[in-house]
């Protein structure tokens, strides 16, 4: 199943908090994953090879054209059954945070356009908080689709593919730095490392916020308080995918706005490729890396409100 056309759709969009999303299932439970972080849906490869030593989730590896792509056993890792017809499983072939890899899966159903507006942040009760592997839950006809935290997946089965927290060394020894930043993520376990990060970097005066509509409800409260705009938030850091409001409609909605038209926005996700960055410049984004390069992410805040 090719998506690259169906990708093209949306990227050619800039900032309609819209995302197109490939429903799949496990046993039979409804998952979904973002069209922008597939590269092709390929039946289940039964020639892999097994790696020895590697994670219990991962099967092995297979070599469809010229990279080896890790494969990862979804069910396993999520818990759940088996299928009971592996003939005719898929493989869903995923690049983000610049790696390649194939979560195996029961079916893919369809692609749905729907509205970030419509994810709901899922209990933190329920799905585990920062262990927890559900980013969102969208409703779609008359059944519930599950948003799933594949980088946190790859950040628990490879640390090394994940945020690169030794970056920031050779920033824990400054002064500390209370300049305010506000940080727009919606993964509780990435959202802590970044938090992290920024403070052995030596920012302590952050706002979080866990999606993009939370972040911008504040940009206006900051608006009503007294003092200089540069001293209420001197910078917004946003992740692209989020429930309720996505980082691109934020960035159109700061550009935009009298106020906040200024603000250094940085865009600190784990999508940036070739399409998406060129869709971020044209919504006015100051910077854009991929999430692994959290030292790169400290040096452009330097760089813009030091």
């Known amino acids: 199943m090719a998506v690259t056309s169906r990708k093209k759709d949306i990227l050619?969009?800039?900032?309609?908090?819209?995302?197109?999303?490939?429903?799949?299932?496990?046993?039979?439970r409804h998952f979904g994953i973002n069209v922008s972080k597939v590269e092709e849906i390929l039946r289940y490869e039964k020639n892999i090879t097994p790696m020895p030593h590697s994670n219990?989730?991962?099967?092995?590896?297979?070599?469809?054209?010229?990279?080896?792509?890790t494969v990862i056993d979804l069910a396993s890792y999520l818990g759940?059954?088996?299928?009971?017809?592996?003939?005719?499983d898929i493989m869903?072939?995923?690049?983000?945070?610049?790696?390649?890899?194939?979560?195996h899966v029961h079916t893919v159903e369809d692609i749905h356009r729907i509205s970030w507006s419509d994810i709901e942040k899922p209990d933190a009760a329920i799905y585990g908080g920062?262990?927890?592997?559900?980013?969102?839950?969208?409703?779609?006809?008359?059944?519930?689709?599950?948003?799933i935290d594949f980088e946190k997946i790859i950040a628990d089965i490879s640390p090394?593919?994940?945020?690169?927290?030794?970056?920031?060394?050779?920033?824990?020894?400054?002064?500390?730095?209370?300049?305010?930043?506000?940080?727009?993520?919606d993964s509780p376990l990435l959202e802590k490392m970044i938090l992290d990060c920024l403070d052995r970097a030596g920012y302590v005066n952050i706002i979080a916020c866990t999606n993009g509509l939370e972040a911008w409800e504040k940009l206006n409260e900051l608006k009503k308080t007294k003092g200089a705009m540069k001293e209420k938030c001197s910078l917004l850091v946003?992740?692209?995918?989020?429930?309720?409001?996505?980082?691109h409609r934020l960035l159109r909605l700061v550009r935009e706005d009298k106020d906040w038209k200024n603000?250094?926005?940085?865009?600190?996700?784990?999508?940036?490729?070739?399409?998406?960055?060129?869709?971020?410049?044209?919504l006015g984004a100051t910077a854009q890396i991929s999430k692994p390069e959290i030292g790169k992410l400290v040096g452009l805040i330097d760089k813009h409100i030091l």
């Open 80 to 88: 759940l059954p088996q299928s009971t017809n592996p003939g005719y």
């Open 263 to 282: 603000l250094p926005v940085v865009v600190f996700s784990s999508l940036i490729n070739e399409q998406m960055y060129q869709k971020g410049e044209s």
């Open 56 to 69: 219990r989730f991962v099967e092995g590896v297979f070599k469809p054209r010229e990279s080896i792509i």
């Open 130 to 147: 920062e262990s927890g592997v559900a980013t969102g839950i969208a409703r779609f006809e008359e059944r519930l689709i599950t948003i």
């Open 238 to 247: 946003t992740d692209i995918e989020m429930p309720k409001m996505d980082g």
């Open 160 to 185: 090394a593919a994940s945020i690169k927290t030794s970056d920031v060394e050779v920033y824990v020894k400054r002064d500390r730095i209370k300049k305010p930043i506000m940080v727009a993520e």
């Open 12 to 28: 050619l969009e800039s900032g309609t908090n819209e995302l197109e999303l490939i429903e799949f299932t496990i046993a039979d």
């Open 92 to 103: 869903i072939v995923t690049n983000f945070n610049m790696l390649n890899s194939a979560f």
